[in-house]
């Protein structure tokens, strides 16, 4: 099996009310194959970079086994760099600033020996590119796409075309309703799965997850969290989960499906325990499989 | 096994984006009751009405076989009346005006023959009318109360002293944060628990319920709804479920529990597919067993 990425990387500048971070690493490629690294022998990344990407940043990736053929590096130009502010309930947040830097004119090109990836993850970038991928690869298995307000709002048209090359969307409740214009969530779970993917996940952040399928309705618990230290990368680290499983299985029944979003869950609780990546750093099988379980027992009656 | 249930009693004219229901019955005391019935052999209601009071309403209460000795009926006055209009997205309403009437001056007398009540319900009233009627009551099993923003801000200081007789305390999710000032919420579920009642449910509307205690967490789903047709009463007919359930089962271990907060919630969905009480008439024990059933197939995996 195989599993491709695609996203961003980037340089992030967070400040939650439990701490800062400066210039560490993020963007959702990174989440993505670092949880998805768990699962996944061997992660395949497809992105950009500029001359400053720290050599950290580079082992980083590298420990996780992760294969940097695709990722591109820009000598002459910077890392793309975001920052953030959090609130007291982080739930909430404030953008401080995005320089896309070498991410502005990101063209990714899939590796010959990437093209036939069984399982394509796509991270959450302009549905034009997403589908540019998708044209280089021949007969992926499944297909996962993200999204968000941006894209939903601003490139409404592509993201329908694009859509209907997802096997898999996963987006979050709100973009979910703004998609539709369907306030009621399992509604809009149906339009969604009228526009092209065949599976739907809806993150709902502290309140779990819904997978729709044609045949199946699945609620997943979120993980009883007392201490969030910093919510970036959740998603992505969903995401990482989620696909890393369903690679590592090679199973996309709805049984399994359903695992795979508690997998999704386990790897973003990990994530926001700690700053940026370091929740997704040491973990272990048993770490894990000991999540996973707790979700079992969290929702069984 | 005997369940007391004391609250308010109403009529409500309520207005959604999918209809009208001009002066229907309603009430906590009325939609804890009416759920509580199909699980609880007898169930027993104080409460007070007007003069004007419906016919229509009394024999409705009477069919479902609730024991009206404890309803105060006082002629020369008006029975309470609410009216609230519902947004579009159902999770926002105006209270467009509040009649308290008879209400107003509710002295809540238990008679004799309720005083041994084993079980105990006591809806969003006033938490030191609340105090009174347990002063009336002879060791109750299990003691659940209600409470609402009014009184967590207005009465602070006696529904803390209240709070310490509850065995179960159900409120939602940001009545939780309100009572701690703590956004997170299972933080906020520990600090209740420490405030008194060693039971703690919080409702989250349409993305499930959580229940605390001092040795489990757990996460129930919400029925997967597209058609909500009047939100009014549903967190009342979840009260009554759960209570209806543990008095029926008479067992309040941690496994039970759990079962009657689906009960409770099964009840809550049912409730809401129609306008005011109506969605609790002609529940069959089949109907709600199916209905039990589509939360375990929800949240199994």
Same mark, same amino acid.
């Given at each position: 099996?195989?599993?491709? $990425?695609?996203?961003?990387?980037? @340089? !992030?500048? +967070? =400040?939650? %009310?439990?701490?800062?971070?400066?210039? #560490?690493?993020?963007?959702?490629?990174?989440?993505?194959?670092?949880?998805?690294?768990?699962?996944?022998?061997?992660?395949?990344?497809?992105?950009?970079?500029?001359?400053?990407?720290?050599?950290?940043?580079?082992?980083?990736?590298?420990?996780?086994?992760?294969?940097?053929?695709?990722?591109?590096?820009?000598?002459?130009?910077?890392?793309?760099?975001?920052?953030?502010?959090?609130?007291?309930?982080?739930?909430?947040?404030?953008?401080?600033?995005?320089?896309?830097?070498?991410?502005?004119?990101?063209?990714?090109?899939?590796?010959?020996?990437?093209?036939?990836?069984?399982?394509?993850?796509?991270?959450?970038?302009?549905? $034009?590119?997403?589908?540019?991928? @998708? !044209?280089? +690869? =021949?007969? %992926?298995?499944?297909?996962?796409?993200? #999204?968000?307000?941006?894209?939903?709002?601003?490139?409404?048209?592509?993201?329908?075309?694009?859509?209907?090359?997802?096997?898999?969307?996963?987006?979050?409740?709100?973009?979910?309703?703004?998609?539709?214009?369907?306030?009621?969530?399992?509604?809009?779970?149906?339009?969604?799965?009228?526009?092209?993917?065949?599976?739907?996940?809806?993150?709902?952040?502290?309140?779990?997850?819904?997978?729709?399928?044609?045949?199946?309705?699945?609620?997943?618990?979120?993980?009883?969290?007392?201490?969030?230290?910093?919510?970036?990368?959740?998603?992505?680290?969903?995401?990482?989960?989620?696909?890393?499983?369903?690679?590592?299985?090679?199973?996309?029944?709805?049984?399994? @499906?359903?695992?795979?979003?508690?997998?999704?869950?386990?790897?973003?609780?990990?994530?926001?325990?700690?700053?940026?990546?370091?929740?997704?750093?040491?973990?272990?099988?048993?770490?894990?499989?000991?999540?996973?379980?707790?979700?079992?027992?969290?929702?069984?009656?």
């Amino acid at each position: 099996m195989s599993l491709l $990425v695609v996203g961003s990387l980037a @340089l !992030d500048t +967070i =400040e939650t %009310p439990f701490g800062k971070a400066q210039e #560490t690493l993020g963007g959702s490629a990174v989440y993505i194959s670092t949880a998805a690294s768990y699962f996944a022998p061997q992660v395949r990344l497809v992105g950009v970079v500029g001359g400053d990407f720290p050599e950290k940043a580079m082992s980083f990736l590298g420990e996780r086994n992760i294969d940097l053929e695709g990722l591109q590096r820009i000598e002459s130009g910077k890392t793309f760099r975001w920052s953030g502010k959090y609130h007291y309930d982080l739930n909430m947040r404030d953008t401080l600033f995005t320089k896309l830097n070498v991410f502005e004119k990101f063209d990714p090109k899939i590796p010959e020996a990437y093209r036939k990836s069984k399982y394509v993850c796509l991270g959450n970038i302009d549905p $034009v590119l997403q589908r540019k991928v @998708l !044209d280089q +690869i =021949e007969k %992926p298995k499944l297909v996962v796409g993200d #999204t968000m307000n941006f894209w939903i709002e601003g490139k409404h048209d592509e993201l329908m075309k694009t859509m209907k090359h997802f096997d898999v969307l996963i987006i979050n409740d709100s973009e979910a309703r703004l998609l539709t214009q369907e306030p009621n969530l399992i509604r809009a779970g149906k339009k969604i799965i009228g526009m092209g993917p065949k599976i739907l996940i809806i993150k709902k952040g502290e309140h779990g997850a819904i997978l729709l399928t044609e045949n199946t309705i699945f609620s997943a618990p979120a993980y009883p969290m007392e201490n969030i230290n910093d919510p970036t990368g959740a998603g992505d680290s969903f995401a990482g989960g989620f696909i890393g499983w369903l690679e590592k299985s090679d199973d996309i029944s709805d049984e399994n @499906l359903k695992k795979a979003v508690i997998y999704g869950s386990a790897m973003a609780s990990f994530c926001v325990e700690k700053f940026g990546v370091d929740g997704l750093n040491d973990l272990t099988h048993l770490k894990i499989q000991d999540r996973f379980r707790s979700f079992r027992d969290l929702s069984k009656f």
